[in-house]
């Protein structure tokens, strides 16, 4: 092969004539040859593999144990080699396998290159091993009670093993599973143990105590009525467990126990407290306490009314006064009397009575009634200081005998009905207003038709009808202390309609305003025997 040569100027050869010239005059029978260069083919270059993750299943195991190896991902045919790069753990293959004492080991995994494909590597993967010791833990619960909740018991072991429970007091406490019974109180003892298994040797047993309280009970108590001195009364408190009550009472001058018999020893204030200790079921209940009032006995307000037929006002057989009172004109007839249906003048029926006859009652009276003042008082209610009368000390009932005229009697509730007055004044002296006040007590009841029937109130159904800017007084007997209302000056008993009816707990007071007899409406009633306090 001819090369044809290329001259430094960048022209060809062929159009020099100088060239031409020389080339004739040297050129010979021998003929150039180059040989064609050799190139070899391109190495392509070598990539990164997938991202390879190491696998450990499981990856918690205990000393001893066993657990596969395993990768997922990478690329190209290189092989897996696994690795232990912190820890006590052996690789045996595709085998990973724990020393005998707990820790963690770290595990890695490569893939190797080949022909087209890097070395890859997987993040470490930490293994724990755990100590194959079998440990129980076992914490007392709270103190049950006796007939109350079951108690869940909860020992666990370190091998996670299932506990097995046992009751070694089983007259205190059961137990089934892991729930537990109280069935007295006391201590109860219960043991937890765990068997162990192929990998786990059996644990220590663990016992543990705690208290079973007695079942929950209670006391009731209902208040004992007012005692008189030398009286007795059964005490009727219960426990709701059954459980026989233990009384004591306080102090002994005042009354006595004996058992459930109450006695009344002396005048005063009296505690009495029901106990109830409890068994070894029920535990002790928590003492109620009652308060009983000991005193004379029955209070004597009037022991009757005096046979006489001189006006009025009279004197009672206890020395105060008694007499009539209401609001009549000359239209209207009023009879006033007194009689004996026994023997003497000291006979308990002697009575007293009122009647009042009026042509027209709406417009001519309002109200008509009976006053009864305490033992020696005959001056009235004063107006200027306190006023004496009938202390009440543990008396709760009164009792007095009232007869409605049968005119009265037979009104229907449609015309008014036939309900009277018993009003309460007592005796200390306020002044509001620059008035001058007594609290008073009332209490509305219906008499039925009789000459006279004994009635008993009790104290406890008074209203106060002016509690004289007294604003704490709320019962009755708020109203009956010496610092408050004070004693029992005057009792009255009353008819009273129109603008001086009085309404008390849905009744109304009222006096014979439909039934007429003889031209008039007789409106009456009578007061026998003694009123008293009991």
Do not use: R
């Not at 002296?429 to 009790?458: A, D, E, M, R």
């Amino acid at each position: 092969m001819v090369s044809a040569l290329t001259g430094c100027g960048g022209g060809s050869a062929a159009n020099s004539p100088q060239s031409n010239a020389t080339s004739n005059a040297s050129s010979t029978s021998t003929t150039s040859v180059t040989d064609t260069p050799i190139i070899p083919t391109p190495t392509a270059p070598l990539v990164n593999q997938a991202d390879l993750t190491a696998v450990v299943a499981p990856n918690i195991i205990y000393a001893g144990q066993s657990a596969t190896l395993s990768s997922i991902g990478g690329s190209g045919t290189g092989a897996v080699a696994f690795s232990v790069t912190d820890g006590s753990c052996i690789i045996s293959g595709a085998t990973l396998v724990a020393s005998s004492s707990a820790g963690t080991c770290v595990v890695s995994a490569t893939k190797a290159a080949d022909n087209q494909y890097l070395e890859v590597t997987a993040a470490p993967v930490t293994v724990t091993v755990n100590s194959v010791d079998n440990t129980i833990t076992f914490s007392a619960p709270s103190a049950p009670t006796v007939g109350g909740d079951s108690v869940s018991l909860t020992a666990t072991a370190s091998s996670n093993l299932p506990i097995t429970y046992t009751s070694t007091t089983p007259s205190i406490c059961t137990v089934s599973g892991s729930t537990l019974t109280p069935v007295n109180d006391g201590v109860c003892w219960v043991t937890a143990s765990q068997a162990g298994d192929s990998v786990f040797p059996a644990a220590n047993s663990v016992s543990i105590s705690f208290v079973v309280n007695g079942a929950l009970q209670a006391i009731s108590f209902p208040a004992p009525t007012a005692l008189a001195i030398g009286a007795t009364q059964t005490l009727t408190a219960t426990a709701s467990s059954g459980l026989p009550i233990t009384y004591v009472a306080s102090p002994a001058s005042v009354c006595t126990v004996s058992g459930s018999t109450l006695t009344g020893v002396g005048t005063g204030s009296c505690t009495v407290t029901a106990s109830q200790v409890g068994d070894n079921v029920y535990a002790a209940a928590g003492s109620q306490t009652q308060t009983v009032a000991v005193s004379v006995g029955q209070l004597i307000f009037s022991a009757g009314y005096n046979w006489t037929t001189q006006a009025m006002p009279s004197i009672t057989q206890s020395g105060g006064a008694y007499g009539p009172y209401g609001s009549v004109d000359s239209n209207t007839t009023a009879y006033l009397g007194s009689g004996n249906a026994g023997t003497d003048a000291a006979s308990a029926s002697t009575y007293v009575y009122l009647q009042v006859h009026t042509p027209n009652p709406a417009t001519i009276f309002e109200t008509v009634g009976m006053y009864v003042q305490a033992p020696g008082l005959t001056t009235g209610i004063s107006t200027t200081g306190n006023t004496p009368g009938l202390t009440i000390n543990g008396q709760t009932t009164m009792t007095a005998s009232f007869g409605p005229n049968p005119e009265w009697a037979n009104q229907t509730d449609a015309n008014g009905g036939h309900n009277a007055l018993v009003q309460l004044t007592l005796g200390n002296h306020y002044v509001v207003n620059g008035v001058s006040c007594n609290v008073t007590l009332q209490k509305i009841f219906t008499p039925v038709l009789n000459n006279s029937t004994p009635f008993t109130f009790n104290l406890a159904d008074f209203t106060i009808g002016q509690n004289c800017g007294l604003t704490s007084l709320v019962t009755a007997f708020d109203a009956l202390a010496p610092t408050a209302g004070g004693p029992i000056s005057q009792i009255d008993f009353m008819a009273a309609f129109g603008t001086k009816a009085v309404t008390i707990g849905g009744l109304t007071t009222s006096a014979n305003t439909s039934i007429i007899l003889a031209g008039n409406y007789p409106t009456a009633f009578g007061l026998s025997g003694p009123i008293t306090f009991q």
